[in-house]
């Protein structure tokens, strides 16, 4: 296989998992529509890079170069840094940190000894003893229709948002298209993922595909591959 993929759960209560891959050869995929917001650490020969990265509201072509290496922390909902903020980052418009010799990156005008797949649990924490990475306790509540007495839907929802990058009703759908992905992809029929998912129809399940994972049913059932994290 030329794209291989591996995650692990995390370690750190911010981090919601780890994962790493490689490319034996060039390789064109799908990243499928994804509510976090992620760290990215790539490396191409002796490049290095670092991303951060915000939600995906729609699959995604892309390509992974031959030779390339990648390991990646996706962040718990409600974890973000305020200096990039996660709707500025939506949609693969990432934040490209500076680099410098030594696999250093430099954050907040300060250079980090860039983490490994093994340590990368003491990098976010470190982060979040700096103030550098922040966690919203109600974006959890919020999401669920929650909200303090004393708060305003619209401020509950701003507050999402700052915190997410995209609205509550839009992570909602992505979550509810990402059920159905997995769904299909264990072999489920396309009737159940209708009806396990909550839409109305089989059309609208594949119009949700369509813009989330960019298979159609069938394909997903067939076992297309797609990343979903």
Known sequence: MALSLDTVPGEFPLVQRVWSAHCDATTSFISAAKGASMMVFAQHGDRMTAHL???????????????????GVELQLGAYLPLFPPAG?????DALLPTLPGHRIVLDGRDWERPTEQNVDVFVDRLVRAGLLFFDPLVEGIRHGERPRAMSERTAQLRFRRAVGISR????????????????????????AVTAAGYYDQPQLARAMRWATGHTPGELRAGVPFLAF
């Open 89 to 93: 980052l939506a949609d693969l418009n």
């Open 169 to 192: 009703r839009k992570l909602a759908s992505i979550e509810q298209a990402r059920h159905a992905a997995q769904l299909l992809a264990t072999g489920g029929s396309i009737a159940d």
């Open 53 to 71: 990265r915000g939600p995906e509201t729609a699959a995604t072509p892309l390509i992974c170069p031959e030779g390339s290496e990648f390991f």
